[in-house]
């Protein structure tokens, strides 16, 4: 119940394209569901989060949808770049505790 | 990277050896955390702290110790590295639990 489900592995998108990834959850105790972004040798970076207060957040070509009756959310990276290639986090989380619940990643490739 | 420095950044070391990893933040936060990171398995924590000389368990604690004497600094310590703590080590601080959350560059061990 506590893991966080992430697909796909790996995503090729071309330049200009949408890439979609997607995580599933189990826990309803679960209240902020964050987005980070890791590039080789580097640290993951927090790149987007969302409350389940609403449907959508959208912060430039980054964009989550939340599905709280589903249990999902996704990622969308609108006319993805090469620079946006890296693997990508979602993780999961409840206000008030320390846990955060990590999915396995996503790595990203989009080709000019 | 959000006032984070680990130290060292890359370590070998020998099975049987002690090892201990550093993890410096400048932004006075109150929860630290150890994660490491190994292919297929995404991000899984260590060990936590939410003050100093508080700490507690994560899912893989088995073979790590940590100290907290300073607010600003969190040790992981390995008593006896194995070769199954071969993996990259990240830092993260948050200011309170369940909120963004920031990592560090990382430290990558191998344990020969």
Known sequence: QQQVKQSPQSLIVQKGGISIINCAYENTAFDYFPWYQQFPGKGPALLIAIRPDVSEKKEGRFTISFNKSAKQFSLHIMDSQPGDSATYFCAASTSGTYKYIFGTGTRLKVLA | ?112
């Open chain 2, 1 to 112: 990277d959000a006032g984070i420095t680990q130290s060292p950044r890359h370590k070998v070391t020998e099975t049987g050896t002690p090892v201990t990893l550093r993890c410096h933040q400048t932004e006075n936060h109150r929860y630290m955390y150890w994660y490491r990171q190994d292919p297929g398995h995404g991000l899984r924590l260590i060990h936590y702290s939410y003050g100093v000389k508080d700490t507690d368990k994560g899912e893989v604690s088995d073979g790590y110790s940590v100290s907290r004497s300073k607010t600003e600094d969190f040790l992981l310590t390995l008593e006896s590295a194995t070769s199954s703590q071969t993996s990259v080590y990240f830092c993260a601080i948050t200011m309170a639990a369940g909120n963004e959350q920031y990592f560090g560059p990382g430290t990558r061990l191998t344990v020969t």
